[in-house]
């Protein structure tokens, strides 16, 4: 993988974020574990309201290396499914893992046998040299190791990663139940594993499709419906396709945005270079290893629009129109998306960006496992995620004047250019104060989605990073730009989930979940609950195993 990075980012990196030293060793949060298969009490300290009834489900990586083979990327490790059981003020926990085709070829063989985002499987031992020359030419499997997020297709849980595969899973025993190719019901190679929801259940989604004519984008949708009790993906569709601005190179993306009439795609300067990637196996190349980062001062990230129309028949058929304007920016990579909302004319779109690419890079096992002056050095010259606004103003006509802000929104910085009648530059606001550059910025970033999400909105939660991995909480203020924090020493919160109270009246009313871990005692994992009002803490459910850092979860209420 290139590890080109321009100077001018290098520079803005060291007089825009805070240096820190004497970072800790997170090893532990970084290796392989047990599972729990059946479920364990925990110790309640404080008070846990006994108005949450559900479980918090979690996914994340859990094993490393099978045999003497290691895994090197952070997104390789085996997917681990977590479950947080909460009725009556108690709570009980459990976890397995994924019995993927990958964990399950692996196990049996006891090495790597199928490749991963960042690992390639060496040939087989026990195969002659020719077979093993000839194994370099073999195209590259998609791995089936959903290890990113839970997610909720017709009424079921799914675990997911980016490739065309899912696995259908149940919620309470964590057994997996089925596995689910997208590319059996629709043309596309695989999609994001943070799809949008309307209030109905209707699900949309984005994900690529490489035909001979090179790569497109496609949004996606999946009706609420189900004909029976097996039914997966049947009904989806493609609703737009749109070509990358270089066929052969489309652009890496994790998510998109979606308001109440558009769905936003962010097309950013983190390409996956098809040839190489195709090519890899005869290379002796991973996955991440044909990503290139084509970073300079004249590239921009391009955010597509797509119009949800709506006709009323006798049942409701959804399309989508793609807007003739482009707006572009400033290039920036970003992960996840905040929220996005119309108001007076504009989108505002808020999402968690970075000004480099770099970040995918940063989480390779040995980056992850440094200690010292490396761990300090490496993490002082990254670029840290911010949250930021972009407003976009979406009635461009012809009588349109161009080269002047059409940003008219009082108390927003955000600017938008017209350059030419179909395409508008935009730089961003900031959603922070400076005050939190000291806590490394924010990702993982949650909302009361429920209610709020594609509609105005005044508070969301994410992790603080100052660290590689998250080691604080914080709740942002939208209008006052100030901040509540949760942060320990030696602890490292999980993306925080809201889940509403009963009879909410206000946007904050209920609470937050985190996964506590720690790097420095064994054992000491725990679900941490705070007012999310307050941000002060409820209560902790302490359980006795070790847990690695991981990724998305959600909660699934049995109220």
């Excluded at 400033?330 to 004319?345: M, P, R, V, W």
């Excluded at 407003?391 to 002047?404: A, H, K, Y």
Aim: with cysteine; charged share 25%; aromatic share 12%.
């Amino acid at each position: 993988m290139s590890s080109k990075k321009p100077q001018t980012i290098a520079a803005a990196q060291k007089t825009n974020f805070t240096k820190v030293h004497g970072l800790p060793d997170i090893t532990p949060l970084v290796s392989s574990v047990q599972e729990t298969p059946e479920p364990i009490p925990t110790t309640v300290k404080g008070t846990i309201p006994t108005w949450i009834h559900g479980s918090l489900l979690r996914n994340g990586p859990g094993k490393f290396e099978f045999g003497n083979q290691h895994y090197n990327h952070w997104f390789d490790g085996m997917a681990l499914m977590h479950r947080f059981q909460i009725e009556d003020g108690q709570v009980t926990y459990r976890s397995r893992f994924l019995c993927s085709d990958s964990y399950t070829q692996n196990s049996e063989r006891n090495r790597i046998i199928v490749s991963e985002f960042g690992t390639l499987a060496l040939p087989d031992p026990c195969k002659n040299f020719f077979q093993r020359f000839l194994s370099r030419f073999e195209m590259p499997k998609p791995t089936d190791n959903a290890s990113v997020n839970f997610v909720k297709y017709k009424g079921d849980y799914y675990v997911s990663t980016e490739t065309n595969y899912m696995h259908r899973v149940d919620p309470d025993t964590l057994e997996s139940k089925q596995k689910v190719d997208w590319s059996k019901f629709i043309a596309v190679n695989g999609a994001t594993a943070h799809p949008h929801f309307d209030p109905d259940g209707t699900a949309y989604n984005m994900g690529n499709s490489y035909r001979n004519k090179g790569a497109f984008y496609n949004i996606i949708r999946v009706p609420p419906e189900r004909d029976g009790p097996e039914d997966t993906l049947e009904g989806a569709k493609i609703l737009c396709s749109i070509a990358p601005r270089d066929k052969s190179k489309p652009s890496y993306y994790h998510s998109f945005g979606m308001s109440e009439n558009y769905v936003v795609f962010i097309e950013q300067p983190i390409k996956m270079d098809l040839f190489k990637i195709v090519t890899g196996r005869l290379r002796g190349k991973s996955l991440n290893e044909g990503m290139d980062f084509p970073w300079s001062p004249y590239e921009t990230s391009r955010q597509l629009f797509f119009r949800r129309l709506l006709h009323f028949n006798q049942l409701i058929c959804i399309s989508l129109q793609e807007m003739p304007v482009k707006y572009y920016t400033k290039a920036l990579s970003t992960f996840h998306q905040i929220n996005a909302f119309e108001q007076d004319g504009f989108l505002m779109l808020d999402m968690c960006c970075s000004d480099d690419g770099q970040s995918i890079n940063n989480f390779l096992i040995q980056n992850l496992r440094q200690s010292g002056e490396a761990l300090d050095e490496m993490y002082n010259t990254m670029s840290r995620p911010f949250p930021r606004r972009f407003v976009l103003p979406l009635n461009i006509t012809s009588e349109t004047l161009l080269e002047q802000n059409l940003n008219t929104r009082p108390d927003s910085t955000a600017t938008a250019v017209c350059r030419t009648k179909n395409q508008v530059f935009c730089t961003f606001e900031d959603l922070h104060g400076e005050d939190l550059k000291d806590y490394g910025g924010l990702e993982f970033p949650h909302i009361n989605y429920a209610r709020y999400n594609t509609k105005p909105y005044r508070y969301y939660y994410g992790c603080g990073f100052r660290h590689l991995v998250g080691d604080s909480l914080i709740k942002m203020d939208l209008e006052s730009k100030k901040f509540k924090v949760w942060r320990q020493p030696d602890l490292y919160p999980s993306e925080p989930v809201f889940i509403l109270s009963p009879n909410a009246v206000e946007e904050d009313d209920g609470v937050i979940l985190s996964v506590i871990i720690t790097p420095v005692k064994d054992k000491s994992t725990f679900l941490l609950v705070l007012d999310a009002k307050t941000f002060e803490e409820l209560g902790r459910a302490e359980v006795p195993v070790n847990i690695p850092y991981g990724f998305h979860g959600v909660f699934n209420s049995s109220a």
